[in-house]
């Protein structure tokens, strides 16, 4: 379950490769672009025979996606990243990309409305190769991928040539070591000038990699010119998000267009919400309690709808909010309350529930556990109001009623 929540902050490639640039890694000349104009001036500007035009959005995949009129459905065009030989095909592409819905492996059928175009020069590529840096919580260690199969689906070369891809873990506290930069230099076949470009890349992306408080930095390709230089051809960044209080800049680097609506709402009232696929609501204080919430929820047979938390000190104006954020996915049939009460007082849940089972007409079966601080006076509470709400006295029982009220197998 802790693979499906999401708590990082992506950046289009554009951004990323402005982040690569002030942190010394080596990218190729580029100019972010939101209409046509801007496309065929960027042209000009670079003065590039040959340039690569790119639509941005916050998915992998890019390249092999479709392009899709968002009114008629009719495919516009195969591929969002494509090669421009001239200032018509500059044209052609931007036209056919901005303002279109992109659909990739990873967007899901619905796909992603384009607003933003990356127009980057051309180099000469000698060889395309992969690169990643990620948190590697289980090592608790930053793990380094790398591979020379370059522009390829990273999960087809794991699967089916593992030994191609290589990987190192860097302990945060020692940082990286001379060595792991030589060892993995060299599984990779470079050498000379090469060698020594990479190596320099490497401990820029390390350091760019801590400094930003990053979740994962990827580049495909990462690129070998016929100088023996190694550039970053792609950039896809993503930030922890238990970081913002050090990095007020993020605020500039988010596109709200590329999030979900109710989850920009819930950040705004305070709560922390990432929807998932399933068909039982969430509602629970604190991240790890949330965790073992849906983990529970699935020991028994059922399938979480969301991830909610309402921290510690959340009133009765935010529980109602979580309430209706929740009941807004259509897939939602029954909820279930899970309250620890530390700081967040159990009785203040209670009226919580109470006032949004009545404002919001809720007509799915609900659960509530409380524990905790004035468990007792929140019991009560509920006991006395007319609705119909389902008391439990642990998780485990509270996890078996919702699931078998929504008809499941616990």
Not at 343 to 367: F, H, K, Q, S, Y
Request: aromatic share 6%; hydrophobic share 40%.
């Amino acid at each position: 379950m802790l693979a499906e929540i999401s708590d990082t902050m992506n950046i289009h490639e554009y951004q990323g490769k402005a982040l690569f640039k002030a942190h010394g890694v080596k990218v190729l000349d580029g100019v972010h672009c939101t209409n046509v104009e801007d496309a065929l001036n960027a042209y000009d500007t670079l003065q590039s025979k040959v340039v690569a035009v790119k639509s941005q959005i916050h998915a992998g995949g890019r390249g092999k996606g479709n392009l899709y009129c968002p009114n008629t459905g009719d495919l516009l065009m195969e591929g969002g990243v494509k090669i421009a030989f001239s200032r018509e095909d500059v044209e052609t592409y931007a036209t056919n990309i901005l303002g279109h819905i992109l659909v990739t492996k990873q967007t899901g059928e619905e796909g992603k409305l384009v607003n933003h175009l990356y127009v980057e020069s051309g180099c000469d590529i000698a060889h395309e190769y992969y690169l990643a840096l990620l948190v590697d919580r289980e090592q608790k260690s930053v793990l380094i991928m790398a591979s020379t199969e370059g522009g390829m689906d990273i999960e087809e070369v794991a699967e089916e040539t593992p030994e191609l891809l290589h990987k190192v873990n860097v302990d945060p506290n020692a940082g990286l070591m001379g060595y792991q930069v030589r060892d993995l230099g060299l599984a990779l076949g470079l050498s000379g000038a090469a060698h020594k470009s990479f190596a320099k890349m490497l401990r820029s992306l390390y350091a760019l990699f801590v400094q930003e408080d990053c979740a994962m930095v990827e580049i495909n390709p990462l690129v070998r010119t016929g100088d023996d230089e190694m550039v970053a051809l792609d950039a896809k960044v993503s930030f922890d998000e238990n970081a913002e209080f050090r990095h007020k800049s993020w605020d500039e680097l988010r596109d709200l267009s590329e999030e979900e609506d109710v989850e920009i709402r819930a950040k705004e009232t305070g709560l922390s919400y990432v929807k998932l696929d399933g068909n039982i609501g969430c509602l629970v204080n604190g991240a790890g309690l949330a965790m073992a919430t849906m983990d529970v929820i699935k020991l028994y047979g059922g399938e979480p709808a969301n991830f909610l938390d309402v921290g510690g000190g959340a009133n009765e104006e935010q529980v109602k909010t979580a309430f209706s954020i929740i009941l807004e996915d259509p897939n939602v049939k029954g909820i279930l309350v899970n309250i620890f009460g530390g700081i967040m007082r159990c009785d203040i849940i209670a009226r919580g529930v109470i006032a949004a089972t009545e404002a919001l007409d809720l007509n799915v079966p609900l659960v509530v556990r409380l524990a905790g601080t004035n468990v007792d006076e929140g019991k009560a509470i509920l006991a006395a109001s007319t609705l119909n709400i389902h008391p439990a006295d642990d998780l485990a029982e509270g996890a078996q009623k919702i699931v078998q009220l929504i008809g499941g197998e616990a």
